[in-house]
């Protein structure tokens, strides 16, 4: 199958535009054919069974079906020039994997993939039959996804690790601007989870396939991740990794939103973190609870800078 060929008419994510990518159509996400991408770079600020010792082989894509009004990389999803990115043919993309397999990356971790869904799997088809790639793949996304796409990724993707931004369809449409977040969000993280399972690692500790779910905790229980975790527990297992994220900066334009314009607190934190603890999560891990110093943002990037990140300036 030629995956390409879904481009023609673009329903790969849940806004089904239908824009014919390779005759220069643009749908919402304004994404045509070739594969845009920010920056590629071993990353040690992912969750410990990704970054592991040695890094992450995070490559950062331009664009996203998303809007967040608090997105913390709103300078390669929102607001950038279209010379910002690199635009790579599937063979580049490929190449570009391979390369951060020869560094040492434990895994290639595609950041916003879901726009770019054929083309990964072509650079997978590529690297796979040559046998030039042998680490694991993590489709790391913001959740907003098609079931019917995710069904697709099956076989080529090891390690999925989306987010469950919001347990509300009205709180994501008026903060990400999308429709029906959580039936789509549910519906592919039940895919996602029959596809590879609960994490698995070896004796390092490095994930080498499983779902790993992101939820991040947003002020005034905006993104209702109680309702997430009761639907990972009912829905899918607690054997799933959960990662309860305290790192909300209200970045970009949350501060036109006074619900948004402030840190989390730590009776909202605690109060999370305590839920999962009830519900007998044992898998994951638990953002340590950071009200200020300077280090809080040493994992924030900054896609105008040569380093993306401070701690790598730092180190």
């Not at 060929?5 to 643009?26: I, M």
């Not at 390690?159 to 469950?164: G, K």
């Not at 605690?270 to 009200?291: D, M, P, R, T, V």
């Amino acid at each position: 199958m030629d995956y390409l060929n879904l481009l023609k008419s673009c329903v790969l994510c849940p806004h089904k535009c239908k824009a014919n990518r390779l005759a220069g159509e643009k749908g919402i996400c304004k994404a045509l054919s070739s594969v845009e991408i920010s920056s590629a770079m071993p990353h040690h600020g992912e969750e410990p069974p990704i970054s592991g010792s040695k890094g992450s082989g995070t490559i950062f894509f331009g664009r996203c079906n998303m809007n967040c009004i608090y997105c913390q990389n709103f300078q390669i999803s929102q607001e950038f020039m279209e010379n910002d990115f690199k635009k790579a043919s599937i063979e580049e993309l490929a190449e570009i994997m391979k390369g951060l397999q020869k560094l040492g990356c434990h895994n290639v971790n595609f950041v916003s993939p879901t726009i770019w869904i054929p083309q990964i799997i072509e650079a997978i088809k590529i690297t796979r039959g040559a046998k030039e790639m042998t680490i694991p793949a993590v489709f790391n996304s913001g959740g907003y996804e098609n079931p019917a796409a995710i069904k697709l990724l099956k076989g080529f993707i090891e390690i999925y690790m989306p987010d469950i931004r919001y347990g509300n369809n009205d709180n994501a449409y008026k903060y990400s601007g999308v429709k029906n977040y959580v039936e789509n969000n549910r519906k592919s993280l039940i895919e996602m989870y029959s596809q590879v399972g609960g994490l698995e690692t070896d004796k390092k500790g490095i994930a080498t396939r499983g779902l790993m779910i992101r939820l991040l905790i947003l002020p005034n229980n905006i993104s209702n991740v109680k309702k997430s975790l009761d639907f990972i527990k009912n829905e899918l297992s607690t054997d799933v990794y959960i990662s309860i994220m305290a790192q909300y900066r209200p970045l970009h334009k949350a501060q036109c939103f006074p619900e948004l314009s402030r840190k989390i607190n730590y009776d909202e934190y605690s109060n999370i973190i305590n839920y999962a603890e009830k519900l007998g999560f044992y898998k994951g891990a638990i953002q340590e609870f950071e009200n200020s110093g300077p280090e809080e943002d040493l994992f924030i990037p900054d896609f105008n800078e040569k380093e993306v990140f401070r701690y790598k300036k730092n180190s």
